[in-house]
């Protein structure tokens, strides 16, 4: 199994019970994750020069302690800090691991099993720490203290005692959840938010069954609305690679609902889609009405007619349950037999069975790869298919689509215009990344139809391929004002990078808005 490692400073975190929103993550290969301070080489400056003392690999005081000097000039006076945080650390993980001068024997109990850990500490340390140790120590006469856990918890509480004397824990995907509730139990807020924004970061990481339905799971039950949203959100944008993996059959019936309800899925297709339910539901034989709500939730108008023909006759799944999705068979059979607008006369074509998700198919979009983006304006070219109506199956829609990594806003463009329609002079090295979709032709096929476009920008984390972001705007407007907006571009390590070229997948999503109102 492959981990990643993470480095945190325990003391950024102010206690709070509250989940807060974290930076993007610095992230490099290792074995396991470790949450601890930073122990980063400093450079100070002093009125003469540079000073470099020492690296933080300290060893044994009494061999000598290689420290890092500071030097600070005041207003008038200069002085000089010696730094022996490290070695402080390492007495504390001392005092721990040989248990000198304990007062308070730890027995663990693991609930429902006769497994008991028992660890020597001080009540010190841990009242400092912790308001609930110091409640139950402040109560209690005995300096033996039972606690009772469940096996996950139970497993780590020796990492969780050591967190509380030194700051830093190392830790498997496994593991976030069990020290995340010992965290929460006993009132350790930064571990609990160092472990929230650990989840967050790690989504993308690779575990044999996967962790992300579980860690979701595990934000309903705590209410971690950030947490949540972070799963939901990465499920929603990488579901391509979810159906293919293990994880799709661990989904639970309402994770399940919840994502056929978003429009926001990237995926192949509808149909791709559909194949994926019917598995998960041979695997899960959930209840028939999980069954009848999920196939509800297909978007029928969205798959080819000549598959759903198909599927009326071979798939096992709709032959069963045919009477719950009639209606909106037949709705999807008409939708693909006549033209937007005479549809719209007499139904409410605004609902979801004819709103496309993200498909990444060649009928919806092209993926664009630019190298080195920061140097020029790039621009291509590329065909959609007019509609997913069968009525507009064999139409095309000829794209273009503008990329510039200095485009200058139109509220500001006017001082540096020099000429009319002068694209050059609206491109300033003050400007911000744009991207421009426009349609090379107009037809009078647009009428009741306005276009989505969606950009989507794929990088890497934990060396997997990952959505990062999704960007959407509509019609031929060119300020998606915030695209790109947090990307240095600039930076060869950028996040948003891969092999310095940045990757994009353009989607043009047709949605019918009628211009006449629909009957009711």
Known sequence: MCFTAVTLSAAA?????????????????????????????????????????????????????????????GQENGFTTLNHSMTLLQRMESLLMQANGSDVTLRVKTINTDEVKVIQAHTLVLTLQSDVFEDMLDNHNSSVLVLREPQDCAAVFDKFIRYLYCGDISLRLDQAIPLHKLASKYHVWSLQQGLTRYMTQHLSSDSPTGHVVGWYQYALQINDVSLRDSCLRYLSWNLSSVLQSKEWA???????????????????????????????????????????????????GMIPPQHLFRMQKQSTLMIKYYESIRDLLFLAFQFHAASPIQLAKYFDVNCSIFTPRNYLSQSWGAPW???????DDR???FQTQMGPSGHDSTKRVTWNALFSPRWLPLSVRSGYSTEPNSMQST??????????????????DFAGVSFQKTVIVTAKQQGKMVVRHVYNFHQSTEESGDFLEDADLQRRGSEYLIDNSLFLHVIVKPLYHSLIVAKK
Request: with cysteine; aromatic share 6%; proline share 9%.
């Open 13 to 73: 975190y102010t206690p709070t019970s509250t989940p807060q929103s974290f930076p993007p993550p610095m992230l490099s290969p290792f074995s396991t994750c470790c949450l601890l301070p930073q122990r980063v080489p400093q450079k100070y400056s002093s009125g003469d020069g540079d000073l470099y003392v020492g690296n933080g690999n300290l060893g044994n005081h009494r061999n000598g302690i290689k420290a890092i000097l500071r030097l600070e000039n």
């Open 250 to 300: 661990s989904i639970s019936d309402e994770l399940l609902l919840s994502l056929l309800q978003r429009s926001d899925l990237i995926l192949q297709s509808e149909l791709v889609l559909y194949d994926a339910l019917e598995n998960w539901i041979e695997q899960n034989q959930p209840a028939s009405v999980t069954v009848e709500n999920a196939l509800r939730s297909i978007r029928y």
């Open 369 to 375: 790869v630019i190298n080195n983006p920061t140097r």
């Open 379 to 381: 621009s291509f070219s």
């Open 427 to 444: 491109r300033t090295e003050h400007g911000r990344p744009r991207i421009i979709v426009t349609p090379a032709t107009s037809s009078p």
